[in-house]
């Protein structure tokens, strides 16, 4: 079929932001090895975002609930 379906085109977070809505969630899909965080700060710092991050494990629930919650109303981007 060609090459154009064994090669991914390049992670473009700019255009992902532009397409997505406050009540559409950007979920990343990643492979062993990659770390968007640097690409999501550096592009949260040029759009003035504010983010909110937390790692997800036991107990963690909770907090990324009222995380998730605040950025809801606050407009802050949440990173699970």
Do not use: N
């Not at 090669?7 to 977070?13: G, T």
């Not at 040029?46 to 919650?69: C, T």
């Amino acid at each position: 079929m060609g090459e154009e379906y064994l090669k991914p085109p390049p992670f473009d977070l700019k255009g992902c932001h532009e397409d997505s809505t406050p009540g559409q969630p950007l979920v990343f899909v990643l492979s062993p090895g990659s770390d968007p965080m640097a690409a999501l700060m550096s592009f949260a710092d040029s759009a003035k975002a504010s983010v909110q991050q937390i790692s997800l494990g036991q107990g963690q629930g909770k907090f990324a609930e009222e995380m998730i919650s605040e950025g809801r109303k606050t407009g802050a981007w949440v990173v699970l």
